[in-house]
């Protein structure tokens, strides 16, 4: 158990909606990372947060946003949603400068 | 560009046969660092291993061992008397000094261990 704990497991929604990813980093770890893993584009880094800042970006799309609250846990909404965007969806956080990156269970969505 | 390849899409082997999976990577980067993670069929990302750009030394952690190469910049894994547990997708992932926090990975080996 890496201690990064996501909810849902499973999502399973319909085109055009909007969801949110919910993720809750190791105790102690101030950031907080969002990562897309797709048949088409295998793992990609999508957004970092650290203390509740935004920190990096990656291949985020527009319609995707993310925030992180004063409790460090991060939230990843995912909205106007298309068949492409099924994939799961992963969280990670890691502890002070040099550690190495955490990942929690992931969350599958499924659009329809 | 950073790109890391896998060339083996997927290996099958036999209970108790040593395998290597292979990683190639590219990066501009003097200062960089390399990574393994597993990702087992229930599908999590499980953290094997990281080695900087500066330790070359190879590294060993019971039936695992991997071999960092800066000459042929490769950085491959070997599981050796490989278990039914082992099946999983391994990662090869690399990140630059300069964001150590953005991964780079590459498209995964499928390893299939049957009994």
């Known amino acids: 158990d890496s201690g990064v704990t996501q909810t849902p497991k499973h999502l399973i929604t319909a085109t055009g909606q909007r969801v949110t990813l919910r993720c809750s980093p190791r105790s102690g770890d101030l950031s907080v990372y969002w990562y897309q893993q797709s048949l088409d584009q295998g793992l990609q880094f999508l957004i970092q947060y650290y203390n509740g800042e935004e920190r990096a970006k990656g291949n985020i799309l527009e319609r995707f946003s993310a925030q992180q609250f004063p409790d460090l846990h991060s939230e990843l909404n995912l909205s106007s949603l298309e068949l492409g965007d099924s994939a799961l969806y992963f969280c990670?956080?890691?502890?002070?400068?040099?550690?190495?990156?955490?990942f929690g269970n992931g969350t599958r969505l499924t659009v329809t | 560009a950073q790109k890391v390849t896998q060339a083996q899409t997927e290996i099958s082997v036999v209970e108790k046969e040593d395998v290597t999976l292979d990683c190639v990577y590219e990066t501009r980067d003097t200062t960089y660092y390399l990574f393994w993670y597993k990702q087992p069929p229930s599908g999590e990302l499980v953290f094997l291993i990281r080695?900087?750009?500066?330790?070359?030394q190879n590294e060993i952690s019971g039936r695992y061992s991997w071999n960092f190469q800066k000459s042929t910049s490769s950085f491959n894994f070997t599981i050796t008397a490989s278990q039914v547990v082992d099946s999983a997708v391994y990662f090869c992932?690399?990140?630059?000094?300069?964001?150590?926090?953005?991964?780079?990975f590459g498209t995964g080996t499928r390893l299939q261990v049957f009994p």
């Open positions: 990670a956080s890691r502890g002070p400068y040099n550690s190495p990156l955490h």
């Open positions: 992932a690399l990140s630059e000094e300069d964001n150590t926090d953005k991964l780079i």
């Open positions: 080695r900087n750009s500066f330790d070359e």
